[in-house]
């Protein structure tokens, strides 16, 4: 099975920038995305790419946050900017399975503090 790590996360003020990566074992042909989870919340879908590039996005990160796919290097990134408080969460790469539950990464931790 595919492993996927995360790295990238850390500690910022609100209005800076984080770049998160997510790195695959091998080729990845089903949608990729970035998933995150706060405190005492459910985890949500933030953001999302097939293959080809096409992208979506949750409401709230639209215009600050853009995903992207290197099918060659086998990873994902997901550029952060005007981070705000509630950007804080775990955020996990997620690769999409046909059968629903999808292969998840650790997690990686961004806090969005001053």
């Known amino acids: 099975q595919v492993r996927l790590v995360e790295s990238g996360g850390g500690l910022v003020q609100p209005g800076g920038s984080l770049r998160l990566s997510c790195a695959a074992s091998s080729r990845i042909d089903s949608v990729m995305g970035w998933y995150r989870q706060a405190p005492g919340k459910q985890r949500e879908l933030v953001a999302s790419?097939?293959?080809?590039?096409?992208?979506n996005y949750v409401d709230s990160v639209k215009g600050r946050f853009t995903i992207s796919r290197d099918n060659v290097k086998n990873t994902m990134d997901l550029q952060m900017n005007s981070l705000k408080p509630e950007d804080t969460a775990v955020y996990y790469c997620?690769?999409?399975?046909?059968?629903?539950?999808?292969?998840w990464g650790q997690g990686t931790q961004v806090t969005v503090s001053s």
């Open positions: 997620n690769v999409r399975t046909i059968l629903g539950s999808g292969i």
């Open positions: 790419i097939t293959r080809y590039g096409g992208t």
